[in-house]
Structure formats: C-alpha cells, structure tokens
C-alpha cells in the first residue's frame, strides 16, 4: 500500500469516528480553546446541552447551533433584535452586588437572547410551553404557572421559601406583576422572557421601568430603584438574574439564566472594566 493511500484511509477512518456532536446523550468537557460564553452555556444546561466545539453549541439529540454568527449589528438595538449566541454571552452579569449602581449605557446583560435557544429548550409555542409548566405557591398567597424544564418550578419555589423568612421584605414580593405569560416585548418583535415560564415579575408598586424614566431623545435615562438587595441576592442564590441591573432597568423583573451566573460568565460585584464587556455597538 502507498504512503498516499495509507494517510488517506487514515484521513477517512477519524472523519468516520464518534465525536462529541454525535446525538449519543453523552456529555463531553469542551475544550480548552472553546469560547468562555460557549463553556457557561454547556455548564449551565447539563440536561440539554453535551458538547460545545469552537463555535458550535451542540444538544443532546445532535442539534448544532453556530455560536458566532460572524455579523457585525448596526447598534444596541440590532443586537437584540438579531442576537446570536455569543451576543446572549457578551455581557457580564455583575452578580452579588451590595447595591446597585447606575449602569453604563447599554450595559444589558441577559437582555440579548439567542430565541432559537429559548424555543429549543422550553418550546416553540405557547402550547408547548405550556405543557412542561406546573403551578407553583407562591409566599403561600398564590399560585403561579412556570415550567419544570430545567428545574425551574423547583428553584422559583426555594426563592419563595427564603423570601417568607424575610417579613420585613413581604411588600415587595407578596403581590405579583405576572409570570408565564406568551407575549412580545412591547415595541418589539422578540418574546418575552415570561413567554417560555422562567420570568417572575414582583410587586408593580415598588418597581421601576426605563421606559417610565424617558426623558427625551437622546438623554441618557435616569436609574431609579427601590427593590432592596437582599431580594436579589436570594433570587441570584437560585439561578435568577435580575433586571434592575441593566441601564434599560426593570427593577420588578426576575429571569432563570443559570449561563450568565457561572464563573467566568458573571462579573464579581465591586469590579472595574464593565464598560469593556458591553456588546459591539
């Protein structure tokens, strides 16, 4: 046999061997050289998610999602509106603060959403939402409708449990704004968070809202909060990210986003360069 044909039956035996995007349920570390966005996903979604390639999310039954998509977005509001996977992980969650600070304009993390990603992972449609929710007491006052996947029925009812042992703080949390819920962000073409069951919204009356904070085209808006941080804390304890970290803040917003809390992913409460991690504008 040809040293030729040697290498090149060689060549086709590793094209032809099992490899970590092959839909055999099994989970595989990703390489060192894998984007840190891309390891916080596969860290995060250990059910869901088994492998991840240099740019390639890869599922459990063998779906392959890009994780750049290689197109630069002209402004903020593009990259929302056409989030890949690498713009969701873009941004720094700044976990744990003491107390919350005005952000740098456009510093939204969890604002961006890959929403191929969401509707994999919780359904396409609000029927098929729906049938992965259950409905959960909340404070022992109400019930409320999120899903199972990925736990989180489990963990908003383990918030509910830390936050009963804080009566001073019942105000804020006893009554609701909403949770499942499928719908469009107002303004937007993009589903809402609440649509796939993993949003909570708390009391309407201590919140706050950008869009109630305009002042103008062209001025930077005006960050107002009154949800005391030790609310945050427990939600964040849990796998929640909160709203009222984002410059476009809504304080009464809660969203199940375990990616943006693993290390390397999340921003140590107190540390400088926030700005630095803003997505490309």
């Known amino acids: 046999m040809t040293m030729a044909r040697t290498i090149t039956l060689a060549l086709l ?3 032809l061997a099992p490899s970590a995007s092959r839909a055999d349920g099994k989970r595989v570390e990703p390489a060192a050289s894998v984007p840190r966005g891309l390891r916080c996903l596969w860290q995060a979604y250990p059910k869901h998610l088994c492998a991840a390639e240099k ?39 700044p976990a744990g603060a003491r107390s919350p600070t005005p952000p740098p304009k456009n510093f939204d993390p969890g604002r961006a959403r890959h929403e191929p990603f969401f509707r994999k992972m919780y359904g396409s449609s609000r029927k098929a939402v729906l049938r992965n929710t259950r409905r959960v007491r909340w404070m022992s006052r109400r019930w409320i409708r999120v899903t199972r996947v990925n736990g989180v029925d489990r963990a908003l009812e383990a918030v509910s ?63 107002r909060n009154r949800i005391p941080m030790q609310i945050v804390r427990v939600f964040e304890k849990h796998g929640f990210i909160w709203g009222g970290k984002w410059y476009h803040f809504d304080t009464m917003h809660f969203e199940y986003r375990p990616e943006l809390l693993q290390p390397g992913c999340a921003e140590t409460a107190g540390k400088a360069g926030r700005k630095k991690e803003t997505a490309r504008e």
Do not use: E
């Open 161 to 223: 449990r830390d936050l009963s042992r804080l009566p001073k703080l019942r105000k804020y949390v006893h009554r609701l704004a909403g949770a499942f819920n499928w719908r469009r962000i107002r303004g937007t073409r993009r589903l809402s968070t609440h649509s796939f069951g993993v949003a909570l919204d708390i009391n309407l009356r201590y919140s706050d809202y950008w869009r109630w904070a305009r002042r103008g085209p062209g001025k930077a808006l005006r960050y």
């Open 55 to 93: 740019n390639t999310l890869i599922w459990c039954d063998g779906t392959r999602m890009t994780y750049d998509d290689g197109r630069r977005k002209p402004g903020h509001r593009a990259v929302l509106d056409d989030a890949s996977l690498k713009d969701q992980m873009a941004q720094r969650y």
């Open 13 to 15: 035996a590793l094209s």
